[in-house]
T-cell receptor, first 115, second 115 residues
Framework: ETGVTQSPTHLIKTRGQQVTLRCSSQ?????VSWYQQALGQGPQFIFQ???????GRGNFPPRFSGLQFPNYSSELNVNALELDDSALYLC??????????????FGPGTRLTVL | AQSVTQLDSHVSVSEGTPVLLRCNYS??????LFWYVQHPNKGLQLLLK????ATLVKGINGFEAEFKKSETSFHLTKPSAHMSDAAEYFC?????????????WGLGTSLAVNP
C-alpha cells in the first residue's frame, strides 16, 4: 500500500503566473481534499473531490480550481498567482461515502513561493 | 457550523512532565474529532480520533484525549513529555454535511519540550 504523494516538493513562481500541483492518493481511496497552510497557520480547506466531482469548497476564489482523474489522483490549479498564495499546499486522501468518517491521510505537501 | 478553538498557541513543558493541549469545539451534531501532529518539515500525522465510540481515546506515542460533551472539549494529554514530542499540534473537527466531509482545523498549538 503506497501513501499519498505530491509533486513537486518545492516551486517558485512569479505573480500572475499559473501553477499546477499534483497529488496521488493512497491506494483504495476515492476522495481527495486540498488544503492551503500559510506559515504559522493551520490548514485551510480549499476543496474536495469525490469520485471525480467537486464535493465541497472552502472560501477560495475561482482562480483555485481542481481535477480528479479516474485513478483518483488529483490536480490543484491556481491562476493569476498572488504573493499571498505563497504557502504549503497539502493533499489528503480518504475513503468517502455515506457512513465513513473522514480519516484523511496527508501527503508531504508542496511548498509554493510566489515572488 | 462547526468550529474548533485551541486555547493555547504555545505550550512549554520540561521533559518528563505531563502535557496538556486544550481544545474546545462547536458542533450542531455529534462530531468526529481528531488530533494531528506536524513536525518541522514533515507531513501531518494523525495522533488519534474520536468517532462516537469510547470517550477516552488512546493514540500513538502515548497520547490520549477525552471527549467531554458537557464541556465541548477534546483536550490532548500525555503523562510524560519526550523531546521528540516538540511539534505543532492541531485539533480538528469533521464537518459532516452530506458527502462533503471537510476538516475544520484549529490554529495549532506549538509544543516546546525543554531538557
Amino acid at each position: 500500500e503506497t501513501g499519498v504523494t505530491q509533486s513537486p516538493t518545492h516551486l517558485i513562481k512569479t505573480r500572475g503566473q499559473q501553477v499546477t500541483l499534483r497529488c496521488s492518493s493512497q491506494s483504495g481511496h476515492n476522495t481527495v481534499s486540498w488544503y492551503q497552510q500559510a506559515l504559522g497557520q493551520g490548514p485551510q480547506f480549499i476543496f474536495q473531490y469525490y469520485r471525480e466531482e467537486e464535493n465541497g469548497r472552502g472560501n477560495f476564489p475561482p482562480r483555485f480550481s481542481g481535477l480528479q482523474f479516474p485513478n483518483y489522483s488529483s490536480e490543484l490549479n491556481v491562476n493569476a498567482l498572488e504573493l499571498d498564495d505563497s504557502a504549503l499546499y497539502l493533499c489528503a486522501s480518504s475513503l468517502g461515502g455515506s457512513g465513513h468518517y473522514n480519516e484523511q491521510f496527508f501527503g508531504p505537501g508542496t511548498r509554493l513561493t510566489v515572488l | 457550523a462547526q468550529s474548533v478553538t485551541q486555547l493555547d498557541s504555545h505550550v512549554s513543558v520540561s521533559e518528563g512532565t505531563p502535557v496538556l493541549l486544550r481544545c474546545n469545539y462547536s458542533s450542531s451534531y455529534s462530531p468526529s474529532l481528531f488530533w494531528y501532529v506536524q513536525h518541522p518539515n514533515k507531513g501531518l500525522q494523525l495522533l488519534l480520533k474520536y468517532t462516537s465510540a469510547a470517550t477516552l481515546v488512546k493514540g500513538i506515542n502515548g497520547f490520549e484525549a477525552e471527549f467531554k460533551k458537557s464541556e465541548t472539549s477534546f483536550h490532548l494529554t500525555k503523562p510524560s513529555a519526550h523531546m521528540s514530542d516538540a511539534a505543532e499540534y492541531f485539533c480538528v473537527v469533521s464537518d459532516r454535511t452530506g458527502n462533503n466531509r471537510k476538516l475544520i482545523w484549529g490554529l495549532g498549538t506549538s509544543l516546546a519540550v525543554n531538557p
